[in-house]
């Protein structure tokens, strides 16, 4: 469904501050494949995310959804397949606006005509649904994003990518700025949603429980590289340690390979 | 005297509403409007002299705008200019284009020919005071205008140039193309400006190259004076509140007309009294935000 060859990001090209972001990445993402992304800060995992969103193009590679070659799309374009979800919770509505006018904005992804969409019938619909995360939300459309918490905030963007009915969505540590109930609550929603319509998901996680808690694969990202992937049984049964373990081998062998270079 | 603010206040009400589009909706502050609001008072004065009926010339004074909006747009999309320095390009270059409109001439009179308010004096025949018809055709034309735009902000395509000021990276999650947003709206906005010229320069009874300057400082000022009368969230309420301000704005600028002589004042001196509003409510709604903020801390505080 996704295919991405040898993908590579480099910042600052020919200047000292060079940064080789992504490092020719090559992955294959499943139909229905749920993958948590763990790395250490400046692993790349971000860029990879603004990578496949569009939101910063590659240096080289290519990148494929569903058969398309989506290289050179703008994030706007490819945002009609591709959901994204932020860590900072005020990203995915607009505050100055209503709940109502922020779902109907979401409802009709893509180009927006001269038409009124808004009517009873679609609140009903945004009620229904609203009424689903179970925070009384559906009695306030009328009210302004900006009024509701963090937590209101990210569920509601939750709901709105949802109900465009992305092919694949991207979670960037979505839970991350949120407090701890906040967070267990935005996670299990987001897997009743996977669940409910078997989305193909890719979740930056900084909790390693998590990673290998959820999902069905598990990429392991360092200096722009994938150093492991593991899926199926292999990762059902991994433990913390073993992939500490794992991190610390991959990552002395570099470290050792900087040594010799610098001697 | 009374009238006179009212239809001032009414026809420059549709320039601000461009500028409350640009400045507040869109979050993109537009200085074109200095260029915009001659341009369409020197295409309107050369079409009514040329024999144009006066709806043609609205039209196309209205497709003026757009244009000048979209060029100022296009500069900021395409080379990545910010956008005040956008504006003032398209701004200064339109200076130029509003002389080649008159011919190479500065201002032009328009004592002896047809206007709309010639029309309507007319069509009243006297039954009413002229002041009062040029009222009545005012507030019929901007109820319109507002109508048509509480209507478009209403759509989906609205809906989302609301989004646009507010979360720029939420429109692109949601699959649209906010330079496309960015185009409508500014020309949208620039299209007001422009019919506004258009009716100024039939009330004032000439077209002058200069009328723009300082337009979107009193604009702006007209804004901010309308935020101080009350609170919403409806568009509606929000298109009322900024013609309230464009007429309270004129009501200001009268007394600073008529009675400023006591203090030796000068109508050279309105535009820095515009300035000083505009400080004045800036200081006002700091102070104000300030003030719900401490209540904020506080209340928590009380609970205890």
């Not at chain 1, 935005?186 to 669940?195: P, R």
Request: glycine content about 10%; some cysteine; hydrophobic content about 45%.
């Amino acid at each position: 469904m996704i295919k991405i060859h040898s993908l590579s990001k480099v910042f600052h090209e020919g200047t000292v501050n060079e940064n080789k972001a992504i490092n020719t990445i090559n992955l294959s993402v499943k139909e229905g494949d749920f993958i948590t992304i763990i790395g250490s800060n400046g692993a790349g995992k971000t860029t990879l995310f603004n990578l496949i969103s569009g939101n910063i193009f590659p240096s080289t590679g290519r990148i494929e959804i569903n058969g398309r070659d989506v290289t050179k799309d703008p994030e706007y374009r490819r945002a009609a397949y591709v959901g994204r979800i932020f860590q900072n919770p005020t990203m995915g509505t607009a505050e100055t606006m209503t709940l109502e006018d922020n779902m109907t904005i979401a409802y009709y992804k893509g180009c927006k005509g001269l038409r009124k969409s808004l009517n009873n019938k679609l609140r009903d619909f945004f009620r229904e649904k609203l009424s689903d995360l179970d925070m009384g939300l559906e009695n306030r459309l009328k009210d302004n994003v900006g009024l509701f918490s963090g937590g209101q905030r990210q569920a509601l963007t939750l709901l709105m990518m949802v109900l465009s009915k992305p092919d694949l969505i991207l979670l960037d540590e979505h839970t991350a700025a949120l407090d701890p109930g906040n967070a267990r609550m935005i996670l299990d929603l987001t897997l009743k949603y996977i669940k409910d319509y078997n989305l193909t998901t890719m979740m930056i996680t900084h909790n390693m429980g998590h990673a290998i808690k959820y999902g069905n694969r598990l990429l392991m990202m360092d200096s722009g590289e994938i150093i492991y992937d593991i899926e199926g049984d292999t990762k059902k049964n991994i433990t913390k340690e073993a992939l500490i373990n794992k991190f610390e081998v991959i990552r002395k062998k570099e470290f050792e390979n900087d040594e010799v270079l610098l001697s | 005297m009374i009238e006179g603010i009212l239809v001032e206040g009414l026809i420059y009400g549709i320039m601000v509403l461009g500028v409350f589009i640009t400045f507040r909706v869109l979050d993109f502050p537009d200085l074109t409007v200095d260029g915009s609001f001659p341009l369409g008072a020197v295409l309107m004065a050369v079409m009514l002299i040329r024999g144009f009926n006066p709806l043609v010339g609205f039209l196309a004074v209205f497709a003026a705008g757009f244009a000048a909006g979209t060029v100022t747009a296009l500069i900021h999309n395409k080379l990545k200019v910010p956008n005040l320095l956008a504006g003032i390009l398209t701004m200064t270059m339109l200076y130029s284009i509003n002389i080649r409109i008159l011919q190479n001439r500065a201002n032009v009179p328009l004592i002896r020919t047809e206007t709309v308010f010639t029309w309507i004096t007319k069509l009243f025949g006297g039954t009413v005071f002229e002041g009062t018809a040029l009222l009545i055709l005012m507030i019929a034309v901007v109820l319109i205008i507002k109508v048509l735009l509480d209507l478009f902000f209403h759509t989906d395509v609205g809906l989302t140039l609301g989004a646009l000021g507010c979360n720029e990276q939420m429109v692109i999650t949601q699959g649209v193309n906010p330079e496309v947003l960015k185009i409508v709206g500014v020309g949208l906005s620039n299209a007001l400006v422009a019919v506004s010229g258009g009716f100024a320069a039939q009330y004032l009874g000439f077209a002058d190259v200069n009328m723009g300057i300082g337009i979107v400082v009193s604009g702006l000022a007209s804004v901010m004076i309308g935020e101080f009368l009350f609170r919403s969230n409806r568009i509606a309420l929000l298109t009322l509140r900024v013609l309230l301000g464009s007429i309270l704005f004129k009501g200001i600028m009268y007394l600073g007309r008529y009675y400023g002589y006591y203090i030796k004042m000068t109508p050279n001196d309105l535009k820095l009294i515009t300035g000083i509003l505009i400080i004045i409510s800036l200081i006002v709604s700091k102070n104000k935000k300030m003030l719900t903020l401490l209540k904020k801390k506080e209340a928590p505080e009380v609970l205890k």
